[in-house]
């Protein structure tokens, strides 16, 4: 059963920058069908999409975060991750990432989001 | 402020049927985009519960539907337990945005 399991910096100053990783268990990230995701949830606000990373290894973001934002993946240790700059309090949410099947297109609209991780806690301040 | 609009709580006894609502707009829901719903219950992850609008993963019992309909969704659970006590948040793809967007997400009580 795949897991997928999110780590870094629980705190960043203001202005610095959030680097996260999320690690891939009981599959292979380099197997084909699949895109990796995001997605963030600020203290009682709702659930945020931040990006998501393809088999390709291009990228796609949120235009609203995309300045900041870049995601990477690192196949030989089975990982992906994100690292978004200049951050603020408004940045400060729970990081989860997740497996995005693809069924019969990696770039449809229509995928969904399966599993996630559990998230991480990220508060920015000083 | 979501771009997909939930209830914020609903509630319901052990037995009885409830349902969640999702409103979206033309350039979401309203544009043919599939819903998505997911589950997630106290301190877990988001568990996916029902994709492209009405099917269910396995495992999911049948207890859980979903529908759409013009700019809305909904979630049906039928035979409410207390496990289902949990948050549910609605997703879909909006093409003002160019991106993924949720719910503000349900809170479920079962009385």
């Known amino acids: 059963q795949l897991q997928l399991q999110e780590s870094g910096s629980g705190l960043v100053k203001p202005s610095q920058t959030l680097s996260l990783t999320c690690a891939v268990s009981?599959?292979?990230?380099?197997?084909?069908?699949?895109?990796w995701s995001w997605i963030r949830q600020p203290p009682g606000k709702g659930l945020e999409w931040i990006g998501n990373?393809?088999?390709?290894?291009?990228?796609y973001s949120n235009p609203s975060l995309r300045s900041r934002v870049t995601i990477s993946v690192d196949r030989s240790k089975n990982q992906f991750s994100l690292k978004l700059t200049s951050v603020t309090a408004a940045d400060t949410a729970v990081y989860s990432c997740?497996?995005?099947?693809?069924?019969?297109?990696?770039?449809?609209?229509?995928?969904?989001?399966?599993?996630w991780g559990q998230g991480t806690l990220v508060t920015v301040s000083s | 402020q979501s771009v997909l609009t939930q209830p914020p709580s609903v509630s319901g006894a052990p037995g009885q049927r409830v349902t969640i609502s999702c409103t979206g707009s033309s350039s979401n829901i309203g544009a043919g985009y599939d819903v998505h719903w997911y589950q997630q219950l106290p301190g877990t992850a988001p568990k996916l519960l029902i994709y492209g609008n009405s099917d269910r993963p396995s495992g999911v019992p049948d207890r859980f539907s979903g529908s759409k309909s013009g700019t809305s969704a909904s979630l049906a659970i039928t035979g409410l337990q207390a496990e289902d006590e949990a948050d549910y948040y609605c997703q879909s793809y909006d093409s003002s945005l160019s991106g993924w967007v949720f719910g503000g997400g349900t809170k479920l009580t079962v009385l």
């Open positions: 997740a497996r995005r099947p693809c069924g019969g297109d990696c770039y449809s609209p229509n995928n969904w989001f399966d599993p």
């Open positions: 990373i393809y088999h390709s290894g291009s990228t």
């Open positions: 009981g599959g292979s990230i380099s197997s084909g069908g699949y895109s």
